[in-house]
T-cell receptor, first 116, second 114 residues
């Protein structure tokens, strides 16, 4: 059984560089979510996809952030021109959306980003 | 707007003692409620969820939570703490509908003393 996987697990970059993270959801899960978690805080919603369509973006997702989910399978989250404030754990979650299933989300291990 | 408040950023108990982690929510519609656990440098694991069925919900690892609408609470309990329960616990709410994204509390770090 493979759960949600994320790559890389850790990324250290210099301010101003671009970074890209990948998330592979549980097979056949139609929804994929991205969250950001800073130290001492709970995860904060960034965006979500249903299949390949990006249905909502949080106001936390600035223009430097872009997410894609081509073909409705894996997803990528790119941050352009990174800033020190982008340092955080980026969590991916997937779910099989249907009315009444409680919207249970399965989380990956996260990608920890450090911007120097 | 939805929100979650977790009272106590840090709770310390002795091994074998009762664990009580508090969560209060705010929601304009009947909510779905969740408790997740996070171990250091790992993702979140679902402990239990409330989806408008039984108000007393049993989860994994001996945890349970009771939904109390009148108190807008969803506190997490475990009768007897184990050392392996030391972790950070997050309460989350979803209003359901077509979105389903979760709103998390700030978390409570549980320490278990031998």
């Amino acid at each position: 059984d493979t759960g949600v996987s994320q790559d890389p697990r850790h990324k250290i970059t210099k301010r101003g560089q671009n970074v890209t993270f990948r998330c592979d959801p549980i097979s056949e899960h139609n929804r994929l979510y991205w969250y950001r978690q800073t130290l001492g805080q709970g995860p904060e919603f960034l965006t979500y996809f249903q299949n390949e369509a990006q249905l909502e973006k949080s106001r936390l997702l600035s223009d430097r952030f872009s997410a894609e989910r081509p073909k409705g399978s894996f997803s990528t989250l790119e941050i352009q021109r990174t800033e020190q404030g982008d340092s955080a754990m980026y969590l991916c979650a997937s779910s099989l959306f249907s009315s009444g299933n409680g919207y249970e989300q399965f989380f990956g291990p996260g990608t920890r980003l450090t911007v120097l | 707007a939805q929100s979650v408040t977790q009272l106590g950023s840090h709770v310390s108990v002795s091994e074998g003692a009762l664990v009580l982690l508090r969560c209060n929510y705010s929601s304009s519609v009947p909510p779905y409620l969740f408790w997740y656990v996070q171990y250091p440098n790992q993702g979140l694991q679902l402990l239990l969820k409330y989806t408008s069925a039984a108000t007393l919900v049993k989860g994994i690892n001996g945890f349970e939570a009771e939904f109390k609408k009148s108190e807008t609470s969803f506190h997490l309990t475990k009768p007897s703490a184990h050392m392996s329960d030391a972790a950070e616990y997050f309460c989350a709410v979803s209003e359901g509908g077509s979105q389903g994204n979760l709103i998390f509390g700030k978390g409570t770090k549980l320490s278990v003393k031998p």
